[in-house]
């Protein structure tokens, strides 16, 4: 089933038109119009005469997250505040959150590609849909919620938080799928666990849409197994709309709506763009924001562009699974390490439960780690002796994938924080 099987499954030479059309009148404007780009383009040399391919794209300048906090908190934005019918901001997590603004043309090419994204996975007018992101200015509830109305799916929008009210409400409701974080479904799994209620049994629950936050197979494992669900990965960050682009049922790669987007993928530290199959930082084109237009943005996310096609169906290009962001890269004693590294480890050893932390700390010129993991009940055990095996078991297969010594603290369950947003699971006590 497709949404909007035109542009979904257009011959690729044909996409590739469409992308260098929208991308020749996206420059003039701005060239025209936005003194920001204006200037930009003009210190770069290069004018959008010198745009006679889509490869030529690689002459314009890069465009970074410290762009749009210098201009905070509209001075990016293209279009007059009379055609801004909504905004959503990031939480901010270091200096200034970002403002982003939307057209009623943003909202509705926002709402398309979600229903494209939300069609692939199966979900429609059959589905009834808990909306657990938060709304509000965060971008994951309000998206979801409209993407999911476009396709006729009854939304249930309970946000986040009052986790047992949410299982109560699923399963009076016969809620068929759920739209959240990764951390925030294992969340609602453990609630349900203490209260009795068994997701096969007691639900109707089949699918989730999961983004937000990097999360890996290994998590998506252990969270079909233990719901009885599937779960699909979503993509999007505010910057660009919102969660947006989703993996097809093949759940092998996200696709990207080549009309909306275009992806080019580089190495971080050269710029320079990488061939397909490459993992690199994504760089990203938004061709049809009208409010906050984004030019070779770059997002900070480590992923490929992937070669082969879907069987789907859909010739719209792939992304390969996030791996991290270009800035939550850790770099202990000289060892690259990405969160998603250690979390893929971890939810592959069957007695650690869904909570870890990971405390990265200084001592003189040394940098070190350490990692508190939280123990499934059923092995949690009194036996120092025990517990100790276990430890050692955990750091060993550490030191095999990440190639780095990392000390392990064993917790009883229930003792790590939860999260009902995203989730924060490292904490960086070095002092830069
Ligand atoms: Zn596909």
Same mark, same amino acid.
């Given at each position: 089933m497709y949404w909007n099987a035109n542009i979904e499954c257009m011959a690729v030479d044909d996409l590739k038109k469409l992308q260098y059309r929208s991308f020749k009148n996206l420059i003039n404007n701005l060239y025209s119009f936005n003194k920001f780009y204006h200037d930009r383009m003009k210190g770069a040399g290069v004018h959008p005469d010198d745009l006679r391919s889509l490869a030529d794209v690689q002459k314009l300048p890069f465009m970074y997250k410290e762009d749009l906090r210098e201009n905070y908190p509209t001075k990016l934005f293209n279009v007059p505040n009379t055609e801004i019918v909504r905004f959503h901001a990031s939480s901010g997590t270091s200096g200034k959150p970002t403002v982003v603004g939307y057209t009623q043309n943003d909202l509705a090419y926002w709402t398309e590609a979600l229903a494209r994204s939300l069609t692939s996975i199966g979900?429609?007018?059959?589905d009834i849909l808990q909306v657990s992101y938060g709304y509000?200015?965060?971008?994951g509830g309000l998206g979801l919620h409209y993407g999911a109305e476009k396709v006729g799916a009854s939304v249930v929008p309970t946000s986040n938080g009052n986790t047992e009210r949410q299982l109560e409400l699923m399963q009076d409701l016969g809620v068929t799928a759920i739209a959240c974080t990764p951390s925030y479904l294992m969340h609602m799994s453990y609630t349900a666990e203490k209260m009795g209620i068994d997701f096969r049994r007691d639900t109707c629950l089949k699918k989730a849409v999961l983004g937000a936050e990097p999360w890996t197979e290994s998590m998506r494992a252990k969270i079909e197994s233990a719901m009885g669900i599937k779960a699909y990965d979503i993509y999007g960050t505010s910057e660009q709309a919102g969660p947006m682009f989703s993996e097809c049922e093949e759940r092998n790669g996200i696709h990207i709506g080549a009309d909306i987007m275009y992806v080019e993928i580089v190495d971080s530290d050269t710029g320079e763009i990488l061939e397909d199959g490459e993992r690199g930082e994504m760089v990203v084109t938004m061709l049809k924001k009208e409010a906050l237009p984004l030019v070779r943005f770059r997002i900070k996310d480590i992923t490929s562009l992937m070669k082969d096609e879907c069987?789907?169906?859909?010739?719209s290009p792939r992304i390969s699974r996030i791996t991290g962001r270009a800035d939550d890269m850790l770099i202990i004693r000289g060892i690259n390490v990405f969160p998603s590294q250690i979390e893929y480890t971890l939810m592959r050893i069957p007695q650690i439960g869904d909570q870890y932390m990971i405390e990265v700390s200084r001592e003189g010129a040394l940098d070190n780690m350490k990692i508190q993991v939280e123990i499934k009940p059923e092995f949690f055990s009194d036996k120092v002796e025990d517990m100790v095996k276990l430890r050692a078991h955990i750091e060993s297969e550490l030191k095999k994938y990440l190639n780095l010594a990392v000390p392990v603290e064993l917790k009883a369950p229930g003792a790590l924080p939860r999260f009902?947003? %995203?989730? %924060?699971r490292v904490i960086d006590k070095r002092v830069m």
């Amino acid at each position: 089933m497709y949404w909007n099987a035109n542009i979904e499954c257009m011959a690729v030479d044909d996409l590739k038109k469409l992308q260098y059309r929208s991308f020749k009148n996206l420059i003039n404007n701005l060239y025209s119009f936005n003194k920001f780009y204006h200037d930009r383009m003009k210190g770069a040399g290069v004018h959008p005469d010198d745009l006679r391919s889509l490869a030529d794209v690689q002459k314009l300048p890069f465009m970074y997250k410290e762009d749009l906090r210098e201009n905070y908190p509209t001075k990016l934005f293209n279009v007059p505040n009379t055609e801004i019918v909504r905004f959503h901001a990031s939480s901010g997590t270091s200096g200034k959150p970002t403002v982003v603004g939307y057209t009623q043309n943003d909202l509705a090419y926002w709402t398309e590609a979600l229903a494209r994204s939300l069609t692939s996975i199966g979900i429609g007018s059959n589905d009834i849909l808990q909306v657990s992101y938060g709304y509000g200015l965060f971008t994951g509830g309000l998206g979801l919620h409209y993407g999911a109305e476009k396709v006729g799916a009854s939304v249930v929008p309970t946000s986040n938080g009052n986790t047992e009210r949410q299982l109560e409400l699923m399963q009076d409701l016969g809620v068929t799928a759920i739209a959240c974080t990764p951390s925030y479904l294992m969340h609602m799994s453990y609630t349900a666990e203490k209260m009795g209620i068994d997701f096969r049994r007691d639900t109707c629950l089949k699918k989730a849409v999961l983004g937000a936050e990097p999360w890996t197979e290994s998590m998506r494992a252990k969270i079909e197994s233990a719901m009885g669900i599937k779960a699909y990965d979503i993509y999007g960050t505010s910057e660009q709309a919102g969660p947006m682009f989703s993996e097809c049922e093949e759940r092998n790669g996200i696709h990207i709506g080549a009309d909306i987007m275009y992806v080019e993928i580089v190495d971080s530290d050269t710029g320079e763009i990488l061939e397909d199959g490459e993992r690199g930082e994504m760089v990203v084109t938004m061709l049809k924001k009208e409010a906050l237009p984004l030019v070779r943005f770059r997002i900070k996310d480590i992923t490929s562009l992937m070669k082969d096609e879907c069987p789907c169906g859909r010739t719209s290009p792939r992304i390969s699974r996030i791996t991290g962001r270009a800035d939550d890269m850790l770099i202990i004693r000289g060892i690259n390490v990405f969160p998603s590294q250690i979390e893929y480890t971890l939810m592959r050893i069957p007695q650690i439960g869904d909570q870890y932390m990971i405390e990265v700390s200084r001592e003189g010129a040394l940098d070190n780690m350490k990692i508190q993991v939280e123990i499934k009940p059923e092995f949690f055990s009194d036996k120092v002796e025990d517990m100790v095996k276990l430890r050692a078991h955990i750091e060993s297969e550490l030191k095999k994938y990440l190639n780095l010594a990392v000390p392990v603290e064993l917790k009883a369950p229930g003792a790590l924080p939860r999260f009902e947003g %995203k989730a %924060k699971r490292v904490i960086d006590k070095r002092v830069m």
